[in-house]
């Protein structure tokens, strides 16, 4: 229920995928492609599924819906009360808006993909590309779980941790990519 965060969320994994190597002037054209894939459940998204780079967000949404569809049988049975309905009632929202954040993960999981299998990587080196540079928020150390979990912790400690390694991957190996963001920062200075 956050939709700043999750045009953030949409944004950075664009920028993401531009420093990850995919040509800022293909994400476009990308974007509506891997849309049309996971729509008409296309050879991209067959590919995406098949190595699993969403389902750490499916097997939550999974879980979530278990949970849903026993209330609803309580229901069916009539053993729901008016303030269990109301309940169930904002779940099955949070569910819709759960699924729109969802889809915007696998779309940019999409996009890696169909982009490194266009370079002629395989199914999988374009799935574990996708997995480095979107990444899957429940592959942490121990220690970074403890941190984001706990009372006084760092709920958002999962992001700098993935992002740290990628950003020095591409400031010692790629540091043309961030040309575009540099101009950006300046050019709105100016």
């Known amino acids: ?59 939550a949404q999974e879980l979530h819906r278990v949970r849903s569809d026993l209330v609803e049988l309580e229901a069916q049975q009539g053993k729901m ?4 309905w109301l309940m169930t009632a904002g779940a099955r929202f949070l569910e819709k808006v759960s699924d729109l ?16 299998m266009d370079k002629g990587k395989t199914e999988a080196e374009a799935a574990i590309e996708a997995q480095k540079w979107l990444f899957d928020y429940s592959l942490v150390p121990r220690g970074v779980r403890i941190a984001r979990n706990a009372p ?12 740290l390694p990628r950003l020095l991957e591409v400031a010692t190996k790629y540091p043309w990519r961030f040309l575009p963001w540099a101009g950006l920062l300046y050019g709105m200075q100016a």
């Not at 049309?36 to 780079?53: D, F, H, M, P």
């Not at 954040?101 to 490194?116: H, R």
């Not at 006084?152 to 992002?163: A, D, H």
């Open 152 to 163: 006084v912790g760092m709920p958002f400690i999962t992001y700098q941790i993935k992002m």
């Open 101 to 116: 954040d969802q889809f915007s993960e696998a779309l940019g999981k999409t996009i890696k993909i169909m982009d490194e």
């Open 81 to 84: 009360h008016a303030l269990r």
């Open 1 to 59: 229920l956050n939709p700043p965060g999750q045009i953030r969320n949409f944004i950075s994994n664009m920028v993401m995928l531009q420093l990850s190597g995919v040509g800022l002037h293909r994400l476009p054209v990308l974007l509506v492609r891997a849309a049309k894939e996971i729509s008409s459940n296309g050879r991209y998204w067959q590919v995406a599924k098949k190595y699993g780079v969403t389902e750490s967000t499916f097997t």
